[in-house]
């Protein structure tokens, strides 16, 4: 099978094995992969022997065997790459599913438990793509890659960033990541993360006289804190290029989001004090406090401009002992000229018959390590955004099997 007709045959093969499909995506929802601990064995031996099974050589590598990473590829040259993860989010209180989250219950619209939106469902449909070029001897015009990682959910540091920086996506010529968009998006940029992590120390004495005598280490992250939404007034600059992508961003945002001025989300840095500890007993005046803050921090904003002005609160302050410490990833993003995102586009739109809007995303993904290494990439998968990171998790089949078609499309045209 030559690749002029490749495109709509495997639309048409997709169709018929619909649910042998389904099957695979709800096969990988029953195997437990929280992350928190991060326990991915059993779902790294299952996916290794599915790609066994269709002829598709993969190898496990990674920092140490806690961290298996599973590598694979199809051709040679320059690479088309797909990068999912297999950890999924603690289910978290059972009584308030509907369902059994690792049931992998299939209705007959529906996929259901967790991680099929976030993304067990989006890394089945690249699975089941890629399997059908080896099946149907497609001939390539370069290399088909494939990246799953086991830890994305914390940060990604043992999966994709540690793949990104041993060569493991080297010669790449651009990466989709099958995360949850939905069918009317393709995030194409993401956000960049300021985490701040500060420790206020004081002076310990009884509660009773601590009006008078000692210094209260909460009180002074509590003002830190008072001071540190200011940093929200902060803001990026775009491009001309980028100027319609930032105004569809914003809209989409505030429909999706529904709170006033929640557009700002997209281009203004937020805050969020998300961590604090002190004191060790009531009528203790506390001597330490800790506090952790994710700042998220907008395309066109440096992240060492955000740690300047965090730098310049804490010295206006003048609060005595208070050291911090910061960990930074920037902002990043894919130009919509690119080939990659004008053909995920044309191929959702042929598919779905409704408009696709590339974006930016008020989050962050795995997607940052290939880009901060110039690789254009592209975030596109099938989601029910509701359920991500919370209950009730589920996807629609006709995304999943909608996703699977426009990435096989998608190889044929930058393959081909």
Sequence with gaps: MDLSAAKSSLWDIIDTRKNEL???????????????????????????????????????????PAYPNIIAEIGKGPALLFNGHCDVVPAGDRARWNFDPYGGEITPTTIRG??????????????????????????????????????????????TKWLVENGYADNTRACIVAEPTGSDTCEVGQKGQVRIHVTAE?????????????????????????RIGELRSMKGTYSESQAQVLIDS?????????????????????????????????NMVPDLCEADIDVRVPIGLPARQVVAR??????????????????????????????????????????????VIPAYQWASSDARYYRLRGIPTLQYGPANTPGIHSYNEDVDIEDVVNATKIYAATICDLLG
């Design 202 to 226: 004081g002076k310990a004495a009884h509660g009773s006289i601590g009006n008078y005598v000692g210094e209260n280490a909460i009180m002074k992250v509590v003002i830190l804190l008072g």
């Design 310 to 355: 965090f730098e310049e609160i804490l010295r206006q302050l003048n609060l005595g002992t208070m050291r911090y410490s910061f960990e930074c990833s920037e902002a990043n993003f894919t130009e919509v000229t690119e080939p990659l995102v004008q053909t995920i586009v044309d191929n959702a739109e042929t598919i779905w018959q409704h408009k």
């Design 22 to 64: 389904v099957g695979l995506c709800s096969d990988l929802i029953r195997i437990p992969s929280e992350n928190p601990p991060g326990n991915v064995d059993e779902i790294v031996a299952f996916i290794s022997r599915f790609l066994a099974e269709n002829g598709i050589e993969s190898r496990i590598v990674g920092p140490s």
């Design 114 to 159: 967790r991680g099929t939106s976030d993304m067990k469902c989006g890394l089945g449909a690249a699975l089941f793509a890629m399997s059908l070029f080896a099946r149907e001897k497609i001939p390539l015009r370069g290399r088909l890659g494939l990246h799953i990682v086991p830890d994305e959910e914390t940060g990604g540091a043992h999966g």
């Design 250 to 282: 914003k809209r989409i945002a505030q429909e999706k989001l529904d709170r006033p001025q929640v557009g700002d989300v997209i281009d203004h840095v937020t805050v969020n004090p998300g961590i604090i500890k002190g004191g060790i007993k009531i």
